[in-house]
């Protein structure tokens, strides 16, 4: 199956590593293509680049999801995914969603270790947005921006293993799902540390795919996920010429 | 105090109507400038047009808002709430928001009744992310598109009424948010009819950040609504411009 | 708008000191009169002295409500706000209740700081009772009692910001609600302290109400707020003439 | 042991009958005494009602129930029970309280099927401020009013019986709470009906009382039912006088 | 009223003593039996000993419970509870159940102490399956095995009472739950130390049964609690045997 | 990877049959192995089958997991799931856990539709364990019996296929859970006529341990899941035998 593998977050060097990550873990038979949208903030930590990563992700959706049987949208915002899943033709999964439902599998309860605080909210909206605020013993932030992780990885390493410890030790975690897709590279280590199941969404992302497409399942249709009806897009925006291109051609297609 | 209200739906009839019924309830120190964003889907009625309706959203926001003491987002969905309040220096409230925490005041329960089907998960969505699950008897959606309630208010005022009454008769509910903003300027028709507090989130909103504004209350800065970083954003799609400002003006407004 | 204000805790001073603060922040068109009732507890810190003080409200309510457009009740317990909406003619708000729902437009989460730990229990059943358990990070208490307040606000202050430090590094919260009526007055020292939005729910009571009257909502009648029926009142404690009263009069505008 | 019954509904039929069901299944050690307090309303069926009768038994506990080791408040909105746990030296059980908690131990889920729809939110605030929420499979009103069963018992059983079969058709109840004291009586006519436990506050309070009593329980007294603080009360309300007295006797009892 | 009380924990002196326990606090007209089932393992510290035991201990209610007019399943984790009621002729009750229930009527929160940290998860789990959540300040666990108490009461009383006395100073428990029937014997003890109500589920649970039998409840047939079908139990185990004799008497009874 | 899928209703068709199921659906590197437990009930609809059925299947986890790769609990109640991760050196899925998680991903909420009536709270409480009740839209029972659906699968596809239909009409359904192993092999044939997926629990759980597995990732053992300590166990029955043999294999591991 080939997976298309959107970094909301456009900075190309993390892009590569998490395509390098996707690729480490993916299946026999599944291509993983890593891209970033066309246009965004070089990395997300806020309310307002996840908006405008999820409409740069969305038009990389609308463009190219129909030549891929999968999609995963690295950022553990999640950014654009229910949309994404109207927009797709084919399934579409977030990788905060894909590491906590992996994290189900094997811990009663797990713990999100992501960047900076003030992102700390947004996530735990993402978690209880999914139902799993039971399952979730908490959502720990660390210091580390983003691109922090990039530049020093075994700084990183090292914040993220102690605040991780934190979770198991004061929390009850019994996994840690990570919360950043640049953090992903780096579960084997954490793991290795910790001795827990440590979940990169990217990797758990690309086997949950693979595991949908082997059953052979797809997106619901009939509500929250019903392809967008042909609608009339007013002004000029760039932004709006990919969706315009959807709407034509489900102009077309019912025809 | 001058209030901003964006309506995020690109319909100009819409826009002014929503103006009108704004002004309808501003207090004597209130002007209210109703606009729509520059682009973006003539109605909402999924997640996609959402996403767009948010980011075009933003844009208003991050161009206007500095001019106006307070933002209004008039979409049911509350299109990039939390993004314009990092964004905005005044207060940002949405009509979802601004009807359920009203409706709070005069109800034990209440229920919003929407436009079509496809968007009552995305409402449900909503409600549940302030909070306000056990307050809301339940969601409940008519056959109505956005632009058939401009276009035949007569007939969307009955649709309405008939799926209230049932709320009421059925739910439980004691009072009724109107889960559209083309619907604000029958809520006092409706409510004649029903004789239950009938509940337009446009006049609500205009209310409360008159309330806010009284009380010289803003938003907070500490967590989720921090004012994003200065960020280098990728890409030449135009609607990076508003937010190239924002971070421009940012970096200065530090030195 | 007229606006009547019921402290519950009927210590005279505090009373005056609350009436202060209202008109502090009431809108131009608003004026503001506060009374204690006739009876009741000098202060509140409990389950009887909560209970005691709802039904003396009760009756200053069932008296005095009919020459007002709208009531506060003065006390972080909401002592007897769901009855007083069935008795009285126009809307009424509570102090804790106003707080919160002002909280939810400029923070993603608030805490209550309040008075003694005893009634720690009490407001956490409070949050709970209007939906607010999400939205609340925590209750902290203090070693304050509430005319200790009145007594020395400088050594309030500092203990009530002390406490708010620990609720915003600890906690989560982004907003802090003052937990007394008695409180409110030094919410702008405070909110200089900490930097983020301190509410006290006599002015955000104030300010709310404006706001629905603003809109011409008033309570729902068809359920949990329904007027009450005209009733037998046995025994002959003059805490029953008001009510009697109401009766009588509701018995004869159905005629 | 010595229970005091205290029925905040005034109406002395129903009182005695009241008493007479408890005491058909108290054990062989215990002695049931049945009052109704000094003043108030003659039935329950709102908030107001609720409170009015809520001071009304905290006077008959302040007075009376340190002659006996434990007090039932017999009525289904539990009015006052929380001050009265602070008041009383001995333990204290609501109807409401009773009937679930006892439901708990023989359903998996109960339903409650009381008096007329007005009470119905006040009933689920109930269920919702014990954590029964999820027990609770439906709260069903009838169009009975409290005296209502009194005058007529066999029209009562029939319509119990009637919306308890929809409770346990429609929403899954396996057993009945029955919502109001006075329907008591008719407990096991309407079991022998339905061929589920349906169970009645008063004589599920007086065995779970027994209970605690026999294993030497008493309300905690670290937080939310500590004994209240003597303290000023303001005015001349005879309502006062009780709990004048309590404080008095507190005093004295610390020297 | 002859009550079996099963300890799955097949540790012969635990039994002894958790029937002194039980007899203790028995009424005048109820006898306890107290056995283990006849096999399975020694303490029950695990989710597999858990479900062992919650056969052994079904073996013992098929076999033996048409002899008693009730049963408690003494040990925490409430093994086998739900089908004990499907085969028991006669109300059963798990001590984690009863004594929570017990602790609602005596505190606002309560928190549960409870042996290795292995089994926090667990108790967690049986803590919200019967809607305690809410009600739970916490499930503290403490260094001790099952055994351990047994074997040095004085040093599990110690950590006990230190792990109880934080559940108080900093979870707000306002009761404590004994978390391990091993515990039972030493409530008074606790209790006097900590000054706060202290629950074994043993007693609890014989109190409970009490005031079932005295109100002449018994477990609903009409859905999770119905009786068996007579089934085709495949292959030579022995566990089979006592379930084989269930099912044919059923047949036999339907004829 | 080796996949052993225990079904723990004992009837060998019905395990051929969900063995074909899962083979249908096995990627390529993957062999699956059915088996039913050496005893037990021949189908599983209430508590103490679901007990019965845990137990068997938990001999056969210790005695043949060692020789797999992951494990499959093949009966919606998920019996033994959480012992089971204690006892298996490899990950284990239970197909209710498996059906709701792989729901997530491609609807907004979903249905679980079961055989009899009385498995109903059984599964909610399944439901619920996991976190999954604000995802669930309903949980809805059919007059199927476990062993109807072998017998006549074209009769049980009819009575699936009009329960699930009002699922996705009344309770806003938007994917379907089979609610029982049984149902598994008629999953296309459902989705086909209802437009919606419809997911198999078997197929699920050999996907998503597939995914697991391609991971590397494996049960966390430092709380819920932590292997059992070798323990004595009392009595002759020769259900723990298996047990015994895990424990002596466990110490000799320590050595």
């Known amino acids: 199956m080939k997976i298309l593998l959107i970094n909301p977050n456009t900075t190309e060097a993390m892009t590569r590593d998490i395509e390098a990550q996707a690729r480490r873990y993916a299946g026999p038979g599944s291509e993983v293509e890593a891209i ?18 999820a409409v740069a992700t969305l038009e990389a959706v609308a463009e190219r999801s129909g030549d891929y049987d999968a999609v995963v949208i690295a950022c553990y915002g999640d950014p654009g995914l229910y949309a994404a899943r109207e927009v797709s033709p084919v399934p579409v999964v977030g990788i905060a969603e894909a ?23 947004l996530i735990e909206d993402v978690v209880a947005r999914y139902g799993m605020t039971g399952r979730c013993a908490s959502v720990r932030a660390t210091s580390l921006a983003v691109l922090d992780i990039e530049n020093d990885p075994d700084a990183a390493e090292r914040e993220i293993t102690a605040e991780a410890a934190r979770a198991i030790a004061d929390d009850g975690a019994e996994a840690i799902c990570l919360g950043c897709a640049g953090m992903g590279p780096l579960d084997r280590r954490v793991q290795e540390t910790l001795g827990v199941p440590v979940i990169d969404g990217v990797a758990a992302a690309v086997k949950l795919l693979e595991a949908l497409h082997g059953y052979g399942l797809s997106t619901s249709r009939v509500a929250a996920f019903k392809q967008p009806e042909p609608k009339e897009l007013t002004g000029e925006a760039d932004v709006l010429r990919a969706f315009r291109a959807v709407s034509a051609s489900q102009r077309l297609s019912r025809v």
């Open 36 to 53: 970033s949208p066309r246009w965004g903030p070089a990395s997300i930590e806020g309310h307002l680049e996840d908006e405008l990563a």
């Open 99 to 121: 590491s906590m439902l992996m994290a189900c599998m094997v811990a009663h309860r797990f713990s999100v270790v992501t960047v900076l605080p003030r992102i700390r909210p």
